[in-house]
């Protein structure tokens, strides 16, 4: 086979593995709220609307990582809810992501090879398809997939540019950025500061960039208007973020240093444990090309040393999911040499560690499952739910419902105003479901993995 065959037939492959832990491991099931929450979205886009007006006695309908004050809607940004739409539209949300970890691998190979050699674009292509934190991302509903395609694309379009000062690269690249702004803004600040002064001290040595770095900005401030105007007609202020709205403690901060060193410590070893290979990076040879990858990855790090939360690591420390853009390049052109004991020995270290994560995995889907398998089991159906729990915050983990209340509205238990709300659907079953009698995962490397 030559090698577009190759690339086609092992991605084939790579992505039925995805397709299988989709399906087979996480049940096809979001375990975490924010998963949840761009579906929650999805759903609202798929009914033509950008929200839906919170429901009467909203206080009961508060869901994890959903604004609920008066408008109903993600707190998240639009653009992957979005792209998941068109899954939700034909009932198969879970192919999105594993087609865009396809394309990521992809155009991953490609920017390696353009950076590097071929040799490395290989080893690139089997370092990142087989590894873990990249098959179960791309397996969830998380956005992060998503931030990560948009990042090499532009990266890769980026050194096209400075390698054919083409205007048909300049385009792509802006475009690329636009999208990225509508996905994950703080991946946009992570990338401004390593990219604009490598492009400046480029700019500054062949003036002819200019028209292409000027197309990149002005794509980039169309789309940076469109996200102050969906800013503006959320929340009423083009600055201000719905995920601010949500938690105004949710940004960057000198306050939130010392919490941020623990959790980037925590994220570092996640890292590690789930992408071993990142232990060559130290000794990588500086060039040019290398520098600016390596910046990235640095800033990325930075920039959740101040953040107010670490984030899950559900399948991973997904806040440095963004960093293999320039982990895999690096790694794959520091190995070097591809033969049947490099790609055997990485396969079996990224297989085993996959299992392992996989059974752990598997085992904490089961237990989030256990109330909604209850529902199914027991054919309770269009009902209204009352979840009983002591906390507060792990019972609005569980209040999935839809956003127009079509199937089963799932609530907390509040004792004072249940009649209440059971007066509002005179039509519906009402029962109860005690969170407390769930059982909880068993393996003691849990809370560890699945923080």
């Known amino acids: 086979m030559n090698e577009k065959q190759q690339l086609i037939v092992y991605s084939i492959v790579i992505f039925i593995a995805i397709l299988f832990i989709s399906i087979f491991v996480l049940n096809l099931f979001p375990i975490s709220g924010d998963e949840y929450s761009y579906i929650f979205q999805s759903k ?30 993600t707190k998240y940004q639009f653009f992957w809810p979005l792209i ?10 879970y192919l999105i992501n594993p087609l865009i970890g396809i394309l990521t691998l992809l155009m991953i190979y490609n920017l390696t090879k353009l950076l590097f050699d071929k040799n490395a674009a290989k080893l690139s292509f089997i370092l990142l398809g ?4 990249f098959l179960f991302n791309s397996a969830s509903f ?19 540019i400075l390698e054919l000062k083409n205007t048909k690269y300049s385009i792509l690249a802006g475009l690329a950025l636009g999208f990225l702004i509508l996905t994950r803004f703080s991946d946009v600040i992570i990338l401004s500061i390593p990219i604009t002064t490598y492009a400046m001290f480029k700019l500054y040595k062949n003036k002819k960039l200019t028209t292409n770095f000027a197309i990149i900005g002005i794509i980039a401030l169309f789309f940076l208007g469109i996200q102050l105007y969906l800013n503006y007609t959320l929340n009423n202020n083009p600055f201000l973020f719905s995920y601010q709205i949500y938690n105004p403690k949710d940004n960057i901060s000198f306050n939130h240093i010392e919490w941020g060193l623990n959790a980037t410590i925590h994220n570092l070893k996640s890292l590690i444990f789930w992408f071993p290979f990142c232990i060559f990076l130290p000794f990588i040879k500086h060039g040019k090309k290398s520098s600016l990858l390596i910046s990235i990855f640095v800033l990325n790090i930075l920039f ?12 991973g420390p997904r806040y440095y999911y963004i960093s293999l853009v320039a982990l895999i390049p690096l790694i794959s052109s520091k190995i070097k040499k591809l033969n049947k004991k490099t790609a055997c020995i990485i396969l079996l270290v990224n297989i085993s560690l996959s299992i392992i994560f996989g059974a752990i995995i598997y085992e904490e889907v089961l237990y989030r499952k256990q ?5 199914e089991k027991n054919s309770i159906t269009n009902n209204l739910i009352f979840l009983k729990s002591s906390e507060y915050q792990g019972c609005s983990w569980y209040t999935r419902n839809e956003p127009d209340l079509s199937k089963n509205i799932i609530v907390c ?20 479901y005690d969170l407390e009698i769930m059982g909880k995962p068993t393996s003691k490397y849990h809370d560890w993995i699945v923080h």
Do not use: M, R
Request: with cysteine; proline share 6%; net charge negative.
């Open 371 to 375: 109330p909604f398998d209850y529902f």
């Open 304 to 315: 959740y040393l101040f953040y107010f939360s670490a984030g899950g690591d559900q399948y």
């Open 130 to 133: 087989s590894n873990p934190f």
């Open 44 to 73: 609202i886009f798929s009914k033509g609307k950008l929200y839906f007006e919170s429901p009467e006695l909203k206080g009961f309908y508060d869901l994890h990582h959903v604004v609920n004050n008066g408008k109903w809607f």
């Open 413 to 432: 238990d509040n004792d004072e105003y249940n009649n209440e709300l059971i007066k509002l659907y005179p039509n519906k079953n009402h029962t109860y």
């Open 142 to 160: 998380f956005t992060h997939p998503l931030s990560l395609l948009l990042t090499v694309c532009f990266i890769y379009c980026f050194f096209k």
């Open 84 to 93: 998941l739409t068109f899954g939700e539209l034909i009932k198969l949300p």
